[in-house]
Structure formats: structure tokens, C-alpha cells
């Protein structure tokens, strides 16, 4: 039994390695045809400047503040400075973070040599503060870099109850906005300290004439614009007249219409309808009825 099974043995050796050699030259084929891998692409980089720390709004650039950072070149943010020469001295216009790139719009104009107020106020432009309220600024909605429309409350010239609200000034670029203790007498009386709201609007020097006066004569209000609207709008003001006049009394009711004259001369007229027949008759016309004779002629 073992004579016989030693042959079948070695039949079944010999087909495996005969099987396993087909098949690593059918691989091999695929192989061929799918030529040497290629290597993978190499990604370019780009350098670009960004800040090394957290830079304070008004602060000079030095080389320590910035460092040169790897991008991939369809990644580089627009603007960004290559160089540290770029920046370095240069004052930021803003906060920067850390790993920030750098920008020209996050810096001042070269040679501005500090980072006050003055630094941001555009040319022809003037920089004005006026005293407001949590009410005036929209509830703290109101921020630095917003737009508003100003407007202002003030009793009519010779009229001290008849007052008109206006709008004076549109889309005015709010440079800062804040709060500051005051000191002010209580109802009871007595000083305290309490929070005023200041807001800082950029203007031209005619617009700070009116923002002036304004802030004078009467009570202001800012009404925020939304982004990127440039509509500039003629407003007649408004009076108590003009507001409530929506509220007035209902219109009377019509009159009946007066009976229309006849002719010149011709005196009144009445309308007579006998069935389906009218007659128009003059009342001047008729004849008063003849007197009564008296049997007893008595008068």
C-alpha cells in the first residue's frame, strides 16, 4: 500500500510547484504592464511671513515678533509679506494672533509713527467723540468698524413743545466705542460713578460742524447699517404732526347734496311719481287755492 501511494504523492508535489509557478508568471505579467511605480509628486513650498507670538493692536514690528513659515503654493494667503524686511518696523493696525500671516491691511501705512487714533483717521477726515447711552449705541451692538446713520431730537426755533427728529449724517465709519466712568448726581441727590457710553465717529470737517451742534441742541440716536449698503436716503424729518397723523379721527360722513336749482327765475321744483310716470313741477307755478266764499258773508 505504501509502494502505490508514494507515486500519487509525488504527482501531486510536482502539479503544486507547476501550479505555483504559473501563477507567479501570471503576476508577473501584470506587473510588466503596469510599468515601475512612479514616485509620488513633491508638493512646492512657499514661505511666508507670520507672526512668532500674540502682537498687540499699535505695537512696532521687530524680528522677534515675526518668523517665516512653509505653505503649500496654492495655500499662501494674498498679500502675505516673504520677507521680515517688509514688516519690521512697521506698526500694527490691529491684533494679531499668533501663526497669523502677515498682511499689509494688518498694519499702518508706512511711516506712521504711532498707533493712536490718529494713525486710522483717514485723509480730510476728523476724528469726533460724542457722549451716548446703551439706548443710543444699540445696546452694545454698535462697534468699533460699524456703520451708522446719526440722528437727532430737538425742539423747533420759537416752539419749545414742537419737536422734529432728523437724520444728519449716513454711513459713518464708528472708530471707537466705549465706556467710561462718570461722575453723576444720583436721585437721591448725591454723586456717584456710573458707566457713559462714548462713540467715536470718523467725519468730514463740515460733517463735524453738525455732529457738534448736534450733540448740543438735542438727543442723538445711531441707527446701525448693514454691511456693504451705500444707499444714501432724503428724509423729510419728522414732527408729532407728521407721526400721528395716521391716528387722526375718521372722516365725517357725507352731506346729503342740495337739491339742484332750476332755471334762473324759475324758483324750487318737485319731482311727482304717479306710478311708473314722473313729472317734474315748479312750485312757483302753482296757483294757491281760491278763497272759501263765506254763506254768511261775514268777513
Known sequence: ??????PHMILAVILALVAGGLTI??????????GPA?????TRKVEALVASRAIPKGARLDAGMVRLKGFEADAVPTGAFREASDAVGRITAREISP???????????KGATSGGLEAVVEPGKRALTVKGSK????????????????????????????????VILENVLVLTAGAELEARVGK???????NTDFFTLMVTPEEAERLALAADLGSMHLALRKPGDEDVVQTPGADVEKSLGA??????????PEPEPGPEGAGYTVEIIRGTERERVNLDSLSPPPAKENPHGQP
Open 1 to 6: 500500500m505504501k509502494s502505490k501511494a508514494i
Open 25 to 34: 508568471r501570471w503576476l508577473a505579467s501584470f506587473r510588466g504592464q503596469a
Open 38 to 42: 512612479k514616485p509620488a509628486p513633491v
Open 99 to 109: 501663526d497669523d500671516p502677515i498682511t499689509p491691511d494688518k498694519l499702518l501705512p
Open 135 to 166: 439706548i443710543m449705541g444699540s445696546g452694545g451692538h454698535i462697534t468699533p468698524g460699524s456703520r451708522v446713520d446719526v440722528l437727532v431730537t430737538y425742539s423747533q426755533p420759537g416752539k419749545t413743545d414742537a419737536k422734529i427728529n432728523k
Open 188 to 194: 437721591d441727590g448725591r454723586e456717584e460713578l456710573a
Open 247 to 256: 391716528f387722526s379721527a375718521a372722516p365725517a360722513e357725507a352731506a346729503a
